[in-house]
């Protein structure tokens, strides 16, 4: 049985549906909002990290389970302010270091890592093994989830800036507000000098199920999942306009070194993550930013 934890999030999303489309697999999907969700197969489960009780019912069940696959998604990203930087300690660490503890074991576990445990501008894409220099406290909390999961017998994928159409009614990804605000005849102002590994959800879905499946993968204690090209977020709206069919002139390109609304804090222009692992392990030539639903 595949158990995804954050199964209504973006990622969680398209895993969910590369899972319902491509395996027989059972599957329990968790998350804080199940209200809407559609049961089918698919068993969906309530359940908030950051509550113990709902935590425990949550571990209890899957307990209950004989092979375990198992993807834990939840992550808190904005730890700037101070009241956040608590629901951020407890949702990245207290509540993945507890459910942990509670588990009986698995088949098979990855939890999800970010490129921003580096943050040194580099023209050479990040191996796996390369030193990390974490950005800030979302990427200082991964990395203890990493070193956690190393403790565990948990598997890691990192994983670069990700784009792509939410499947959730009730939830929007940038990606759907360039196509809404570009509709709606609105500008948007995008980096043109900064470059990331950028990948689309489903392909990142895809591929991480394929590593799951993947015996030779199991040797790997960390595998980078990440497109060939180094992206912009500007070459990447530019993409999304041409295969929408919207006006490529309200796609603005801004430096960094003029931008004072986008980002508060400095972020470095170029940070890659070499994908070779991942091409050898899946057996794929190519690996790149996918604009196909
Ligand atoms: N998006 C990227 O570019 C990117 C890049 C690198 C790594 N990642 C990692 O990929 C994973 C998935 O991220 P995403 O892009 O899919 O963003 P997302 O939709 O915001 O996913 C975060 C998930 O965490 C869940 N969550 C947060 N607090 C929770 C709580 N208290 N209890 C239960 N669930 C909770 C959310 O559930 P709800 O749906 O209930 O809010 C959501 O499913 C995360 O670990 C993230 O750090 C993302």
Redesign the pocket.
Known sequence: MYVV??????????LIKNLTEKTDEEILA????VKNAVEGRIRWVH?????DT?LHSLTQRINRERKRKII??????NTCKAYDRY?AW???IT?YAKFIGMLEGFEVFY??????VFSKDSDIPYREDAAVSPLND?ARH?LAEEAMAAAAGIHIV??????GRSL?PY?K?FFDEIIENNRRGLGMKFFMDSWRSIID?NTAAEALLELMESREASAYRIVNIAGDEALSKYDAALRIAKKYDLDTSRILPVSMKDDTEIWKERRPGKILLDNTLVKKLLHRAELKFSLCE
Do not use: E, Q
Not at 5 to 14: D, K, N, R, T, V
Not at 158 to 163: F, K, N
């Open positions: 934890i954050g199964a209504g999030g973006f990622l969680g999303s398209y968790a998350s804080r909002d359940c908030d990290v950051l509550n709902s834990w998604l939840p992550a808190f990203f629901v407890n949702t990245n509540a939890s999800i890592s970010t490129d921003m979302y991964k990192r994983l670069p800036v990700m784009m959730s939830k990804h959800f």
